[in-house]
Protein backbone atom coordinates (compact mmCIF):
# COMPACT_ATOMS: atom_id res chain seq x y z
CA UNK A 1 0.00 0.00 0.00
CA UNK A 2 0.99 3.48 -0.98
CA UNK A 3 1.49 5.67 2.58
CA UNK A 4 0.99 9.48 2.51
CA UNK A 5 2.40 11.49 5.27
CA UNK A 6 0.95 14.85 5.35
CA UNK A 7 3.91 17.93 7.61
CA UNK A 8 2.99 19.50 9.24
CA UNK A 9 0.39 17.70 11.91
CA UNK A 10 -1.29 21.09 13.50
CA UNK A 11 0.06 24.31 12.19
CA UNK A 12 -1.37 27.48 14.15
CA UNK A 13 -1.95 30.15 11.87
CA UNK A 14 -3.78 33.96 11.73
CA UNK A 15 -6.48 34.92 9.69
CA UNK A 16 -4.42 36.63 6.65
CA UNK A 17 -1.15 34.38 6.25
CA UNK A 18 -0.10 32.00 3.93
CA UNK A 19 0.16 28.73 4.70
CA UNK A 20 1.26 25.84 3.20
CA UNK A 21 0.72 22.16 3.93
CA UNK A 22 2.90 19.09 2.57
CA UNK A 23 2.19 15.72 1.43
CA UNK A 24 4.47 13.02 0.73
CA UNK A 25 3.61 9.69 -1.19
CA UNK A 26 5.80 6.44 -0.46
CA UNK A 27 6.39 5.88 -3.57
CA UNK A 28 5.58 8.08 -7.16
CA UNK A 29 1.80 8.45 -8.12
CA UNK A 30 2.57 10.64 -11.06
CA UNK A 31 -0.20 13.53 -10.08
CA UNK A 32 -2.72 10.66 -8.85
CA UNK A 33 -3.52 13.54 -5.82
CA UNK A 34 -6.53 15.06 -4.00
CA UNK A 35 -7.09 17.33 -1.40
CA UNK A 36 -10.15 17.56 1.04
CA UNK A 37 -11.16 19.88 3.79
CA UNK A 38 -12.89 18.55 7.05
CA UNK A 39 -14.90 21.22 9.10
CA UNK A 40 -15.46 19.44 12.93
CA UNK A 41 -18.67 17.91 12.39
CA UNK A 42 -19.51 17.81 8.73
CA UNK A 43 -17.95 15.55 5.64
CA UNK A 44 -14.86 16.11 4.01
CA UNK A 45 -15.49 18.14 0.32
CA UNK A 46 -13.07 18.11 -2.43
CA UNK A 47 -11.13 21.13 -2.84
CA UNK A 48 -8.24 19.97 -5.49
CA UNK A 49 -8.06 17.14 -8.00
CA UNK A 50 -5.09 15.61 -9.91
CA UNK A 51 -2.84 17.87 -7.86
CA UNK A 52 -3.25 20.84 -9.31
CA UNK A 53 -7.05 21.11 -10.51
CA UNK A 54 -9.30 23.56 -8.08
CA UNK A 55 -12.82 21.96 -7.75
CA UNK A 56 -15.32 24.05 -8.87
CA UNK A 57 -16.68 26.34 -6.50
CA UNK A 58 -13.66 26.64 -4.72
CA UNK A 59 -12.11 29.51 -3.68
CA UNK A 60 -8.63 31.26 -5.59
CA UNK A 61 -6.86 31.13 -2.61
CA UNK A 62 -6.38 27.21 -2.87
CA UNK A 63 -3.93 25.86 -5.04
CA UNK A 64 -1.90 22.72 -5.29
CA UNK A 65 1.50 21.83 -6.99
CA UNK A 66 3.66 18.56 -7.22
CA UNK A 67 3.84 15.50 -9.01
CA UNK A 68 5.87 12.04 -8.42
CA UNK A 69 5.94 11.90 -4.27
CA UNK A 70 5.99 15.47 -3.42
CA UNK A 71 2.83 17.27 -3.26
CA UNK A 72 1.85 21.34 -1.58
CA UNK A 73 -1.76 22.43 -0.60
CA UNK A 74 -1.36 26.24 -0.51
CA UNK A 75 -3.60 28.66 1.25
CA UNK A 76 -2.56 32.25 0.29
CA UNK A 77 -4.88 34.48 2.86
CA UNK A 78 -6.16 32.52 5.69
CA UNK A 79 -9.86 32.82 5.90
CA UNK A 80 -11.57 32.14 8.95
CA UNK A 81 -14.14 29.66 7.47
CA UNK A 82 -10.02 27.98 6.67
CA UNK A 83 -9.52 26.78 9.83
CA UNK A 84 -10.04 23.19 9.73
CA UNK A 85 -8.45 19.42 8.97
CA UNK A 86 -6.94 19.03 5.39
CA UNK A 87 -6.46 15.34 4.20
CA UNK A 88 -3.97 14.51 0.90
CA UNK A 89 -5.28 10.89 -0.82
CA UNK A 90 -3.66 9.20 -3.68
CA UNK A 91 -5.75 7.65 -6.28
CA UNK A 92 -2.72 6.28 -8.08
CA UNK A 93 -3.48 2.59 -6.69
CA UNK A 94 -6.32 0.71 -4.86
CA UNK A 95 -6.21 0.44 -2.04
CA UNK A 96 -6.91 4.45 -2.32
CA UNK A 97 -5.02 5.62 1.40
CA UNK A 98 -5.24 9.29 2.66
CA UNK A 99 -2.51 11.23 4.91
CA UNK A 100 -3.34 11.44 8.21
CA UNK A 101 -4.84 14.94 8.57
CA UNK A 102 -3.33 18.67 8.99
CA UNK A 103 -5.08 20.30 11.34
CA UNK A 104 -5.10 23.81 11.38
CA UNK A 105 -5.74 26.31 14.01
CA UNK A 106 -5.85 29.69 15.10
CA UNK A 107 -3.34 31.36 16.60
CA UNK B 1 -29.67 18.77 -6.65
CA UNK B 2 -27.01 16.53 -6.67
CA UNK B 3 -26.65 14.91 -2.96
CA UNK B 4 -26.43 11.51 -1.01
CA UNK B 5 -27.98 10.51 1.63
CA UNK B 6 -26.84 7.63 3.94
CA UNK B 7 -28.46 5.63 6.51
CA UNK B 8 -28.71 2.63 8.02
CA UNK B 9 -26.17 3.36 10.77
CA UNK B 10 -26.49 2.09 14.44
CA UNK B 11 -25.09 0.41 17.82
CA UNK B 12 -24.27 -3.60 17.00
CA UNK B 13 -23.11 -6.24 19.11
CA UNK B 14 -19.64 -7.66 17.52
CA UNK B 15 -20.25 -10.27 15.07
CA UNK B 16 -23.37 -9.05 13.86
CA UNK B 17 -24.03 -7.70 10.40
CA UNK B 18 -25.34 -4.07 9.07
CA UNK B 19 -26.01 -2.80 5.76
CA UNK B 20 -25.44 0.73 4.53
CA UNK B 21 -27.78 2.61 2.08
CA UNK B 22 -26.94 5.35 -0.01
CA UNK B 23 -29.59 7.11 -1.49
CA UNK B 24 -28.34 9.12 -4.74
CA UNK B 25 -30.04 12.04 -6.78
CA UNK B 26 -29.20 14.21 -9.25
CA UNK B 27 -27.09 11.33 -10.60
CA UNK B 28 -27.11 7.99 -11.37
CA UNK B 29 -24.53 5.33 -8.83
CA UNK B 30 -24.34 3.02 -11.83
CA UNK B 31 -22.72 5.45 -14.16
CA UNK B 32 -20.00 6.46 -11.53
CA UNK B 33 -17.44 5.35 -9.80
CA UNK B 34 -18.48 5.34 -6.02
CA UNK B 35 -16.98 4.92 -2.68
CA UNK B 36 -17.47 4.33 0.77
CA UNK B 37 -15.23 5.94 3.15
CA UNK B 38 -15.38 5.78 7.06
CA UNK B 39 -13.93 7.79 9.95
CA UNK B 40 -13.27 6.42 13.57
CA UNK B 41 -13.55 8.54 16.30
CA UNK B 42 -10.95 11.31 16.62
CA UNK B 43 -9.66 9.75 14.00
CA UNK B 44 -8.19 10.73 9.97
CA UNK B 45 -10.50 8.89 6.85
CA UNK B 46 -10.25 5.77 5.85
CA UNK B 47 -10.66 4.02 1.80
CA UNK B 48 -13.18 1.55 2.54
CA UNK B 49 -14.68 0.01 -0.66
CA UNK B 50 -14.82 1.28 -4.67
CA UNK B 51 -17.40 0.27 -6.80
CA UNK B 52 -16.47 1.21 -10.81
CA UNK B 53 -18.94 2.00 -13.31
CA UNK B 54 -18.61 -1.27 -14.89
CA UNK B 55 -19.12 -3.11 -11.42
CA UNK B 56 -15.74 -3.93 -10.26
CA UNK B 57 -15.33 -4.22 -6.72
CA UNK B 58 -12.13 -3.33 -4.21
CA UNK B 59 -12.22 -3.49 -0.54
CA UNK B 60 -9.44 -2.07 2.00
CA UNK B 61 -7.57 -5.62 3.40
CA UNK B 62 -9.02 -4.33 7.04
CA UNK B 63 -12.48 -5.23 5.60
CA UNK B 64 -12.10 -7.80 2.92
CA UNK B 65 -13.97 -10.81 3.25
CA UNK B 66 -16.48 -9.16 5.93
CA UNK B 67 -17.93 -5.77 3.82
CA UNK B 68 -19.48 -6.09 0.24
CA UNK B 69 -20.48 -3.06 -1.90
CA UNK B 70 -23.66 -3.21 -4.41
CA UNK B 71 -25.99 -0.86 -5.94
CA UNK B 72 -29.29 -0.98 -7.22
CA UNK B 73 -30.09 0.76 -10.47
CA UNK B 74 -33.58 1.32 -9.72
CA UNK B 75 -33.29 2.69 -6.22
CA UNK B 76 -30.17 4.32 -7.33
CA UNK B 77 -28.93 3.56 -4.10
CA UNK B 78 -25.41 2.25 -2.74
CA UNK B 79 -24.65 -0.26 -0.25
CA UNK B 80 -22.75 -1.43 2.16
CA UNK B 81 -23.20 -4.97 3.24
CA UNK B 82 -21.03 -5.54 6.56
CA UNK B 83 -21.04 -8.51 7.92
CA UNK B 84 -18.92 -9.89 11.58
CA UNK B 85 -18.34 -6.68 12.50
CA UNK B 86 -15.87 -5.32 15.24
CA UNK B 87 -15.46 -2.75 17.45
CA UNK B 88 -12.61 -0.88 15.30
CA UNK B 89 -15.14 -1.19 12.80
CA UNK B 90 -17.20 1.52 14.70
CA UNK B 91 -17.14 4.73 12.47
CA UNK B 92 -18.81 7.63 10.84
CA UNK B 93 -19.43 6.16 6.90
CA UNK B 94 -19.56 7.95 4.03
CA UNK B 95 -20.50 7.56 0.42
CA UNK B 96 -18.98 9.03 -2.21
CA UNK B 97 -19.29 9.99 -5.86
CA UNK B 98 -15.82 9.35 -7.49
CA UNK B 99 -15.64 10.94 -10.80
CA UNK B 100 -13.05 10.22 -12.37
CA UNK B 101 -13.35 8.40 -15.66
CA UNK B 102 -11.24 5.05 -17.40
CA UNK B 103 -11.18 6.19 -21.02
CA UNK B 104 -9.72 4.02 -23.73
CA UNK B 105 -7.70 2.31 -20.73
CA UNK B 106 -6.87 5.55 -19.46
CA UNK B 107 -7.99 6.32 -15.41
CA UNK B 108 -8.25 10.30 -15.46
CA UNK B 109 -8.67 11.78 -11.82
CA UNK B 110 -11.43 13.99 -10.90
CA UNK B 111 -11.36 12.97 -7.70
CA UNK B 112 -14.51 12.40 -5.02
CA UNK B 113 -16.93 15.35 -5.18
CA UNK B 114 -19.93 14.68 -3.75
CA UNK B 115 -20.36 13.10 0.13
CA UNK B 116 -22.99 11.85 1.65
CA UNK B 117 -23.40 13.13 5.99
CA UNK B 118 -22.01 10.40 6.80
CA UNK B 119 -24.04 7.54 9.22
CA UNK B 120 -22.58 6.67 12.36
CA UNK B 121 -21.66 2.84 13.13
CA UNK B 122 -20.97 1.52 16.61
CA UNK B 123 -19.86 -1.77 17.57
CA UNK B 124 -20.14 -2.33 21.17
CA UNK B 125 -21.33 -5.33 23.46
Known amino acids: DIQMTQSPSSPSASVGDRVTITCRAS??????LNWYQQRPGKAPSLLIY???TLQTGVPSRFSGSGSGTDFTLTISSLQPEDFATYYC?????????FGQGTRLEIK | EVQLVESGGGLIHPGGSLRLSCAAS????????MSWVRQAPGKGLEWVSL???????FYADSVKGRFTISRDDSKNTLYLQMNSLRAEDTAVYYC???????????????????WGQGTTVTVSS
Open chain 1, 89 to 97: QQSYSIPYT
Open chain 2, 26 to 33: GFSVVTNY
Open chain 2, 96 to 114: ARDSSVTVFGVFEDYGMDV
Open chain 1, 50 to 52: AAS
Open chain 1, 27 to 32: QTISTF
Open chain 2, 51 to 57: IYSGGST
